[in-house]
């Protein structure tokens, strides 16, 4: 951090009312931070609407997912914490180049490390929002363990000693492309250590609402989906709504998704009256029938799992024989069968629970 960006990073800290730990040395407080300025680092900025940008990493920084950025009359929102604590900070810092408002409002729209594993940066004052269940997945530690989380970050430390391996093998430029990987893979795995998982500080059932400025800011529940405790945040007076990763630009990961639950609840989107998605990864879109695709890839792939599991198949060879190829009109990189096994272990799981 250099010293210029430390300075508005403290006055970000104070503007919040609150200044914590700083790796800098204390800046003094009269440290004026009038406009936004400079140019952000790590995220680029995507305005869909007035004061409603999308943020998506675009340094070295592993950053995990998109975030919201809703900019009201007089405060900020912030929608996702990101990965780490570094890249929580690193989006606070980045916000100043596009307003100087405080951010009073953070939501995490699930449970998930690579959209809540930045909590820990605010202060207390920030509220963070999110539905009972994300609360309580986060507070029990179940956003640093478990399946999603060992696939992705328990198994860094043997994905560098593989990267590690190879440079070793390598030479030139391909040796030298290498080690920047490492480099990066390296802070990655030093930034996710650092995080002690903070549980947001108000919870919804099934809707909250915030009136800021002129603004009317929706936290919904419609069921569960991607996870157990999936919060869209909808913007009626703008027509944007924020869905985590219910929906995403691409296939979304389902290791912890409810899959057939999950088209039900899609359906209560539709009710809603919107121009702009802004998704929990991927670019922002406006076509509303990619809700229709997922349903009906979510629909196709439970009922083929069903019915393997239903014939006595193994998780892994039913994943292997699964074939979503008639989507790939919509899911690009479909050649044929074939799934990701996580998917069907999670769905064999679901219909073992319920079968007990
Ligand atoms: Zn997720």
């Not at 640093?144 to 992705?152: D, L, T």
């Not at 019915?307 to 060879?317: D, I």
Request: net charge negative.
């Amino acid at each position: 951090m250099s010293r210029f960006r430390a300075y508005v990073f403290a006055a970000v800290l104070l503007g919040l009312g609150t200044v914590s730990s700083c790796a800098e040395p204390a800046p003094d407080a009269t440290v004026e931070v009038d406009s936004p300025r400079g140019e952000p680092t790590q995220f680029e900025f995507t305005e869909v609407m007035p004061g409603i940008y999308q943020a998506r990493g675009a340094g070295d920084m592993t950053v995990g997912a998109n975030a919201g950025v809703v900019i009201n009359e007089t405060d900020v929102l912030l929608v996702d914490s990101h990965i780490s604590p570094a890249a929580a900070s690193a989006l606070l810092e980045d916000v100043r180049t596009i307003t100087d408002k405080p951010v009073r409002y953070v939501a995490n729209t699930h449970w998930h490390f690579d959209h809540a594993h930045g909590n820990q940066v605010y202060p207390p004052d920030v509220e963070i929002i999110s539905h009972e269940a994300t609360r309580s997945v986060i507070a029990n530690g179940g956003s640093k363990s478990g399946r999603s989380y060992e696939a992705f970050i328990g198994t860094l430390p043997d994905r560098i000693a593989a990267l590690e391996a190879t440079i070793a093998e390598s030479e030139g430029d391909e040796q030298a492309e290498r080690e920047t990987q490492l480099e990066r893979l390296r802070a990655y795995h030093a930034q996710v250590e650092e995080v002690v998982p903070t549980p947001p500080t108000t919870t919804l059932s099934e809707r909250l609402t915030l009136h800021r400025g002129g603004r009317e800011i929706q936290f919904l529940f419609f069921g569960r989906a991607h996870t157990e405790g999936d919060v869209v945040v909808y913007l009626p007076g703008d027509g944007v709504l924020l869905t985590g990763d219910m929906l995403t630009a691409g296939l979304p990961y389902m290791g912890d998704g409810f899959v057939d639950e999950w088209v039900d609840t899609l359906e209560q989107l539709k009710h809603l009256d919107f121009q702009w998605i802004i998704p929990g990864h991927g670019e922002p879109y406006q076509d509303r029938q990619r809700i229709d695709h997922l349903q009906a890839y979510l629909r196709d792939l439970w009922d083929q799992a069903v019915a393997l599991h239903r014939q006595g198949v193994g998780a892994e060879e039913a994943a292997a024989t699964i074939d979503m190829s008639a989507h790939a009109e919509h899911f690009g990189g479909i050649p044929g069968a074939g799934v990701n096994p996580v998917a069907v272990v999670r769905i064999f799981e679901l219909l073992d629970r319920r079968a007990n």
